[in-house]
Each structure stands twice: as structure tokens, then as C-alpha cells.
């Protein structure tokens, strides 16, 4: 791992969360869909906003989003070397999903920049093995 690349706490899943942590460790981005009106829901839930439902499956989310928002996160006590772009994306499929966007600069990050999806190996504080998380890139294609 390069030096710039900065270690992360492994998630905890809390049970709700469980099925979207399977997914990434299998690097399939997956959305919480509620099986009594189609309704999908992030961040997961036990109940469906929408009908009250209590039954749910997964969805896989294509990976293309656009920015919706962001900040620039500087570590509190360790500064990192790059400082992370923290973006919140209007997924395709109408969600929204709070990530890091990467491959880009804070000059080139705008509202309604296209992503994508692309997974990213960082080391972990708390685990011998690397983690995987979801990451975003723009898409290169303009927008
Ligand atoms: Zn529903």
C-alpha cells in the first residue's frame, strides 16, 4: 500500500446492515428493495418507509451516480497526505449514498459530476485483512 493510502476501522454490521457488508466483501454493491412495493431504501432499515413493510431482498445497484454534494474531511490528529473528498451521490437507482470520491481533485468535484463505481483495498486498523469499500471516480465521460 502506498503511503497516502490511509487505514480504516473495519465495519461493525449491526444485523440491518448485514447483507450490504456480504455484498461488498463479494464486491457487489447492493440496495436494500422492499418486497412489498418495490420501494428501495438507503441506508438500510428494518421497515419500509414508504408501505410499512417488514419484508425486504437486495437489489444490485449499477454504480452510476451523480454528485449530489461534498466536503473535504482532514483527519483530526493524523493529517492525511491528501485530504479525502466525501461525496453524497444521487444514485442511478434514486437513492442517495455517502461515499469517497477518489481519482479526482477538489478543483475538478462539482454538483451533478458523473461517477462511477470502483472498489478500493484499504488497510484495516482492526483486521489482519485488507478492507474492501465502495469508492467513486467520475466517469470521465463529462456529463
Ligand atoms: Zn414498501
Redesign the pocket.
Known amino acids: 500500500m502506498a503511503d497516502s493510502t490511509p487505514s480504516v476501522i473495519a465495519p461493525t454490521p449491526d444485523g440491518v446492515d448485514q447483507f450490504f457488508w456480504d455484498g461488498v466483501a463479494q464486491k457487489r454493491f447492493l440496495l436494500q428493495k ?6 428501495l431504501r438507503q441506508p438500510p432499515a428494518p421497515m ?6 417488514l419484508e425486504w431482498d437486495t437489489q444490485e445497484a449499477s454504480g452510476r451516480a451523480t454528485v449530489y454534494s461534498w466536503l473535504v474531511s482532514h483527519h483530526p490528529t493524523e493529517p492525511d497526505a491528501a485530504p479525502r473528498i466525501i461525496v453524497v451521490l444521487d444514485l442511478e437507482e434514486g437513492v442517495r449514498f455517502v461515499a469517497n470520491l477518489v481519482e479526482c481533485t477538489l478543483d475538478d468535484v462539482r454538483f451533478g459530476l458523473p461517477v462511477e463505481l470502483t472498489w478500493v483495498e484499504f488497510p484495516s486498523m482492526n483486521r489482519e485483512a485488507p478492507q474492501i469499500l465502495p469508492q467513486f471516480r467520475p466517469t470521465g465521460d463529462g456529463g
Open positions: 422492499c418486497t412489498a412495493c418495490g420501494a419500509c418507509a414508504e408501505c410499512n413493510a
